[in-house]
């Protein structure tokens, strides 16, 4: 029996590289924030007795963009088994 010494493409296919699919979760993950604290702004500016609109678009604008980036990771263990196993993360 041989032992064989790992190369550094081992490591390349081991281990995924920073995909596309990756920048999606971080940014699904960072919108969160933003909506969140647009959200606590709102409820600051109601509390208030504010009746400025745009506060209340400030939270639909991360929220827009996290239903898009959502559905896209919704979408993708079932991309996964359509590629015929083949890794989408
Ligand atoms: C608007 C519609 C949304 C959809 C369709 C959606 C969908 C998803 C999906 C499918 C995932 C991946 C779950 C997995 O690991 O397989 C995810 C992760 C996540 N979502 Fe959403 N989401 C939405 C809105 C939100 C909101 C409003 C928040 C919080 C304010 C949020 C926070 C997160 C966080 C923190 C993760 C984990 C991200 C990570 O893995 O780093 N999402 N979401």
Redesign the pocket.
């Given at each position: 029996m041989t032992t064989r010494i790992p190369t550094a493409s081992d490591a390349s296919t081991a281990q995924a590289p920073r995909t596309w699919n990756h920048w999606i979760?971080?940014f699904?993950?960072w919108?969160?924030?933003a909506?969140?604290v647009a959200?606590i702004a709102n409820v600051v500016a109601m509390a208030k007795g504010s009746t400025v609109v745009w506060v209340g678009f400030l939270a639909l604008i991360p929220?827009a963009m996290?239903?898009f980036?959502?559905?896209?990771?919704?979408?993708?263990?079932y991309a996964h088994k359509w590629r015929g196993g083949r890794r989408t993360d």
């Open positions: 979760r971080l699904h993950r919108l969160s924030i909506f969140t959200v929220l996290l239903l980036s959502g559905l896209y990771l919704f979408v993708l263990p």
